[in-house]
């Protein structure tokens, strides 16, 4: 679009905020969301900054109908002031409440302690000339910046909780091998992680070269997610680079206080209620036509296929998404969704999504796991163009996130939901868009790539 320059107060401060989080020189009133590569991940975000910026709560949904600018200022205008729920800093304690989060990745480790489901594997390629003792040096300082790293887990009086403990003594262990070596260790790398003993995380730095060398992370999901790996790698690269970091204010347990408080608020009342009536008909089940039965016992066990879209399909897919005024997300999830309808048959289909948890405006910077499941029912009948399902599944998905923070496990509970290995659940098949931006990061004469990797 041809730039234009904000015309207010309100515009000035949208366009900051724009500016700040694509990384952007400038941003102008007429500059369009979507456009300028925004997903659902980034609205979140940006929504939680407006918020604490305007004290005025902008829903998710409302934005996807006003995605510049001068639209999302003259909502702003419109709507009253809000008064969100503050977070306060908890007094030291030997233990704390746990979130909604962790207590179901807890109860999933406990199905398969000696598992791998529950762990994120990164690697860190690091490429140009590298102090190897900074390095490590600043890995650890990370480690001991956040409490989620030094936190571990108990059950209390049948409560599960955690604990944190003030120092962390986080060994990172150096080693030097070939790169035909290092592809076959790092695919041993992955351990399963005891949840009673901090650190649940674990590194090592493998040198390459003089050049080259890559760094290890494994930790357990417990104490993070996707967007906790975006936090960390950028703080790690801020202090190897002698980079100031702001002020920790708020802390992984201040967030489960704070959110344990909130869930009992009219706020969960009215999510419940949608929720409720999503739901109150008859629960679907998809028959997959598959070539076995399912095992009748808890198992994480599968296999992957992998294969690539060609650029044009990509270009084309986000063309589409950028016509409908959605995201790319929305589109593959009706497309995947789509394809289950060509299996089965079926016309009333539920699919799990995570949903990113990100809400308060504290939490932006913060390490930990805010992940929520929620489960997205629509109806893709034989007779329906694409673009008119494409705006039901839309429609659908806005406003299952505008109510994300019902915790996931509180609604099977309320729809005496079973659950069971041979499929009867709220559903039995999700879809995981990974829009997490692990990019390529250059500072000083190095070049760093971040990836995940597969336990």
């Given amino acids: 679009a041809?730039?234009?320059?904000?015309?207010?107060?309100?515009?000035?401060?949208?366009?900051?905020?724009?500016?700040?989080?694509?990384?952007?020189?400038?941003?102008?009133?007429?500059?369009?969301?979507?456009?300028?590569?925004?997903?659902?991940?980034?609205?979140?975000?940006m929504l939680s900054k407006v918020q604490k910026t305007f004290h005025q709560k902008v829903s998710i949904g409302q934005f996807f109908n006003h995605?510049?600018?001068?639209?999302?200022?003259?909502?702003?205008?419109?709507?009253?002031?809000?008064?969100h729920l503050p977070m306060k800093a908890v007094e030291k304690k030997a233990y704390y409440r746990t979130s909604p989060a962790q207590q179901r990745v807890y109860f999933l480790h406990q199905m398969e302690p000696n598992q791998l489901s529950q762990n994120m594997f990164g690697q860190i390629s690091i490429i140009g000339q590298y102090d190897e003792?900074?390095?490590?040096?600043?890995?650890?300082?990370?480690?001991?910046?956040?409490?989620?790293?030094?936190?571990?887990?108990?059950?209390?009086?049948?409560?599960?909780?955690?604990?944190?403990?003030?120092?962390?003594?986080?060994?990172?262990?150096?080693?030097?091998?070939?790169?035909?070596?290092?592809d076959a260790y790092a695919d041993q790398f992955v351990k399963p992680f005891c949840l009673e003993q901090a650190p649940l995380v674990r590194a090592?730095?493998?040198?390459?070269?003089?050049?080259?060398?890559?760094?290890?992370?494994?930790?357990?999901?417990?104490?993070?997610?996707?967007?906790?790996?975006?936090?960390?790698?950028?703080?790690?690269?801020?202090?190897?680079?002698?980079?100031?970091l702001p002020e920790i204010e708020f802390e992984y347990k201040d967030f489960a206080e704070w959110q344990n408080q909130w869930l009992i608020g009219e706020t969960m009342e009215q999510q419940e209620k949608y929720w409720l009536e999503q739901f109150k008909e008859e629960i679907p089940i998809l028959q997959l036509p598959t070539d076995g039965s399912r095992a009748m016992e808890?198992?994480?066990?599968?296999?992957?296929?992998?294969?690539?879209?060609?650029?044009?399909v990509t270009r084309s897919l986000q063309d589409m998404a950028q016509k409908a005024g959605t995201t790319l997300y929305t589109v593959l999830l009706a497309a995947y969704k789509v394809l289950l309808h060509k299996y089965t048959g079926q016309e009333d289909i539920v699919v799990g999504t995570p949903a990113s948890g990100r809400n308060h405006p504290d939490i932006e910077s913060m390490i930990g796991i805010?992940?929520?499941?929620?489960?997205?029912?629509?109806?893709?009948?034989?007779?329906?163009r694409f673009a008119d399902y494409l705006e039901e599944v839309k429609r659908q998905t806005l406003d299952a996130f505008e109510n994300q923070d019902y915790p996931f496990d509180w609604l099977v509970e309320k729809l005496n939901v079973q659950r069971e290995t041979t499929g009867k659940s709220l559903f039995n098949t999700m879809f995981v868009f990974q829009n997490i931006d692990f990019h390529e990061i250059q500072k000083k004469g190095c070049t760093y790539r971040v990836k995940e990797r597969n336990p």
């Avoid at 050049?211 to 790698?233: F, N, P, R, V």
């Avoid at 066990?301 to 294969?307: L, P």
């Avoid at 929620?374 to 329906?384: C, M, Y």
Wanted: aromatic share 8%; glycine share 4%.
């Fill in 133 to 182: 003792q900074a390095l490590v040096a600043s890995l650890q300082q990370v480690m001991q910046r956040h409490e989620a790293f030094r936190t571990s887990f108990d059950i209390i009086d049948g409560e599960i909780v955690q604990k944190i403990a003030s120092e962390l003594d986080f060994n990172v262990h150096v080693r030097a091998m070939d790169r035909k070596e290092f």
């Fill in 67 to 83: 995605q510049t600018v001068k639209e999302l200022a003259s909502l702003i205008g419109s709507e009253k002031k809000v008064v």
């Fill in 2 to 45: 041809v730039y234009e320059e904000p015309a207010n107060e309100t515009e000035r401060q949208l366009a900051q905020i724009w500016e700040d989080l694509f990384s952007l020189e400038r941003v102008g009133r007429s500059d369009h969301f979507l456009a300028l590569g925004g997903n659902s991940l980034q609205a979140t975000l």
């Fill in 370 to 384: 805010f992940i929520q499941t929620i489960g997205i029912r629509t109806k893709p009948h034989a007779n329906k």
């Fill in 298 to 312: 808890w198992s994480s066990e599968g296999q992957r296929v992998t294969c690539s879209l060609q650029p044009n």
């Fill in 204 to 244: 090592e730095l493998i040198k390459i070269d003089n050049e080259q060398a890559e760094l290890l992370i494994d930790m357990h999901h417990i104490i993070s997610d996707g967007y906790s790996i975006s936090i960390l790698t950028n703080e790690l690269f801020a202090l190897y680079h002698h980079e100031p």
